[in-house]
């Protein structure tokens, strides 16, 4: 029961969390104080991430690896073995190109559109965890999976039957390039944990978080302080049209606090759940944000008013999410029955029946 309690609590902070840091972003956006170019958006992300390491790890992720032993995870990366060392710096990699594209995606279609495209991650994660984690889903979960992939594509029509702008296409093409590079993110997450002598999950969330501000933070000082005035101030100026420097350093502090929750919660779920599962939380995210930015962004950019097709995409998501998590209870059951891990007592009381 606790362990149920537990689980649930670790999802809906990471889907709240996810929520609300993407509206923040959004209006920090809209107000001129989170400049693409700037990446600070991206950098207070990262920030977040390596925070974990001051906090303790949760329950779940002292799980045993590799079957029965429990391996214990290296003290620091520098007594890692080469192969996780190695693994950090490839996760890295994809983790800042993926942030990076998504971020510009999102100045370009707004928090809600970016939102559809980004929960489209669990349509590349059902792949390459198949093909990169030899996992097998069942006919009954493709078919979610599919489902809540057009569900989803429903909400990017406008209410002409068209996208709003031909710009949004430029940004939707951004986004989707993001989205596959976050999907080899969370399947490469996923593998890494699984390393004999791999780290815990917030050894992962902290070394990946350092490493990725760590070139946030080369990037600002030689790019975004120097032209700081004409990035933020002028651009504060002249979207908000005063210096509203108080609500925009809360709106960042509150932004590293969400991103903090978001990974402390995020590679907790990722090994007791797995990359798909994750997936199906984002598309969540994605259908809320969607009403969300329709409230607060609509008179600000039309692309982001609801209409009959993003209340469609709702119905369609909500429909899949149910239906896949009904198959993948039913297919893990299948997959605990399997005969070389079927206690004793289990085998003799089939035999008898």
């Known amino acids: 029961m606790a362990y149920t309690l537990q689980t649930f609590l670790f999802q809906a902070i990471f889907l709240l969390s996810g929520i609300f840091s993407t509206l923040i972003t959004q209006n920090l956006f809209n107000i001129g104080a989170a400049d693409k170019a700037t990446i600070l ?53 994809f983790e800042v190109l993926g942030n990076v594209l998504s971020t510009i995606g999102l100045s370009i279609i707004g928090s809600g559109i970016y939102q559809v495209i980004h929960a489209g991650v669990i349509v590349f994660n059902a792949i390459f965890s198949k093909y990169f984690l030899n996992k097998t889903l069942n006919i009954k979960q493709w078919i979610a999976v599919i489902g809540i992939a057009v569900g989803l594509s429903l909400s990017a029509i406008g209410k002409d039957g068209k996208l709003t702008s031909p710009i949004i296409l430029v940004g939707i093409v951004i986004n989707l390039l993001g989205t596959i590079f976050y999907s080899f993110v969370y399947v490469l997450n996923e593998k890494h944990l699984k390393l004999p ?134 297919k893990k059951e299948e997959d605990d029955l399997e005969p070389d891990q079927i206690p004793l007592t289990s085998i003799e009381k089939i035999d008898i029946d």
Not at 58 to 65: C, E, F, L, N, T
Not at 204 to 210: A, K, Y
Not at 222 to 227: F, G, I, M, S, V
């Open 197 to 330: 002598g791999g780290p815990s999950t917030v050894q992962q969330s902290s070394w990946i978080g350092t490493c990725s501000s760590s070139i946030c933070l080369v990037y600002i000082i030689l790019y975004t302080l120097p032209h700081y005035q004409t990035l933020i101030v002028d651009k504060v100026k002249e979207n908000y049209g005063g210096q509203p420097y108080g609500w925009i350093y809360i709106s960042y502090i509150l932004l590293l606090l969400l991103h903090f929750l978001h990974s402390y919660t995020y590679f907790w779920i990722l090994e007791s759940s797995g990359a798909v599962t994750t997936g199906v939380l984002q598309a969540l995210r994605a259908v809320t944000v969607f009403f969300f930015s329709s409230f607060f962004f609509c008179e600000i950019d039309n692309a982001q008013c609801l209409t009959i097709y993003k209340v469609e995409s709702c119905l369609a998501v909500v429909t899949g999410v149910l239906f896949y998590s009904l198959s993948s209870r039913v």
């Open 41 to 93: 958006t991206v950098f207070t992300q990262y920030m977040g991430m390596a925070l974990c390491r001051f906090f303790p790890a949760p329950a779940k992720a002292s799980v045993p690896r590799n079957g029965a032993v429990l391996l214990q995870p290296p003290k620091s990366f520098f007594t890692a073995s080469p192969e996780i060392r190695k693994g950090i710096f490839i996760i890295t990699t």
